[in-house]
């Protein structure tokens, strides 16, 4: 029930979700998880620098398919956004497919991938 409503949460901030989520985590011995859940850290930028628009359709915890959205891209991120894991979208033996536009943003040393809701 708990992953359940987690990405519902994360997938779009649900106010309903939100009453929910702090007494079911305390009720199942968790800690209370407030953050949105749609920043992805991507690990270092390697000279990368910028920010571009990607489409992703998202299955099984990972991007399987990445298309830059726009003129805008950043050097080797197909590769560097197919290293990440969504699995806080997908409750345990879900069989969804999402779509979702994504920034990735490299800047001081680090990219990260930013979902819209």
Known sequence: MFRYLRASW????????????????????RKPQFDDGRKISLGPA??????????????????????????????NALAVIAKAKFIDLFPTGSQIALIR?????????????????
């Not at 901030?13 to 011995?29: I, V, Y």
């Not at 536009?101 to 809701?117: A, T």
């Open 46 to 75: 390697n000279g990368r620098n910028g920010v571009a628009e990607y489409r992703l359709l998202l299955r099984d915890g990972k991007a399987t398919e990445i298309k830059p959205v726009g003129a805008t891209t950043i050097s």
């Open 10 to 29: 994360i997938a779009q901030q649900n106010p309903e979700a939100n009453k929910h989520l702090p007494a079911l985590a305390s009720a199942q011995g």
């Open 101 to 117: 536009l994504g920034y990735l943003n490299c800047h001081d040393r680090v990219c990260e991938l930013i979902l819209e809701p």
